[in-house]
C-alpha cells in the first residue's frame, strides 16, 4: 500500500515530546552518515560533529535526566552546515539536509519549535527527491513510486507506528534506533560499512 507524504507528515505533527525526539533522533540516524561522508571527501574539520550530537540526543532519550548543553550543540551545528555555494558536488546537499535536520531536532528539544519532527521528516524525503532528480531523470510520479522514495516512507511509518504509543524510555529509543539501521543504507540508499 502507497503511503502519501501528506499522511505521514500529518502522523509526524501529533507527536509531542518524547515520541517526536526519538522520530527526528532514528531519521537523524539515517541522515547524519551523508554528512559524514561529505565531511570526509572534503576534508571538513570535524566529520564526526553530527554523529558525537546524535549520540547526545539518543542519551537524553534513555537518560532524560542527563544534563547536556543542547544550545551548544546547535550553534556547533550551525557553524560546520556547508556552504552549498562553495562546492561543486551533490555531497553537499544531504549534507546540508543532515544539518537543518539535526538544528531543526536540537530547536525542538529545547522547545523552541514543537514541529521539529515534521521539519526533517520533511527533509529527509525531501533529499530523497533531490537524490533521485539528481542521477535519474525521472516525473514526479516516478519519483513518488520509485524504491528509495517508498522505503523511506515506509521507514517512516515503521517508525510511527513503533513510537507514536510505546512508553518513552529507553527499550523505546533502543527499538527506533535498531529499526532505522536495518537497512545499513542512509535516506538517499548509500551504503553503511
Known sequence: M?????????????LKGWHAECFCAALLSRMVPNYTLFAELTEQESPTLLSNVLSLIWERLSSPKSKINFSLQR???EEAA????????F????ANDACMAMVAALNLIAGDDDQ???VVSKLSQGGVEASLLMSENLTEEEIKTHALMQFEIEVQQALLALIKDAPPNKDTARKARELAGEAQITNIGVELE
Request: glycine fraction near 6%.
Open 116 to 118: 521539529g519532527a515534521v
Open 2 to 14: 502507497i503511503m502519501t507524504k501528506l499522511t505521514t507528515f500529518a502522523q509526524v505533527r501529533e
Open 91 to 94: 555531497g553537499v546537499y544531504p
Open 75 to 77: 550553534e556547533k551545528v
Open 82 to 89: 556547508p556552504d552549498i555555494a562553495a562546492f561543486d558536488m
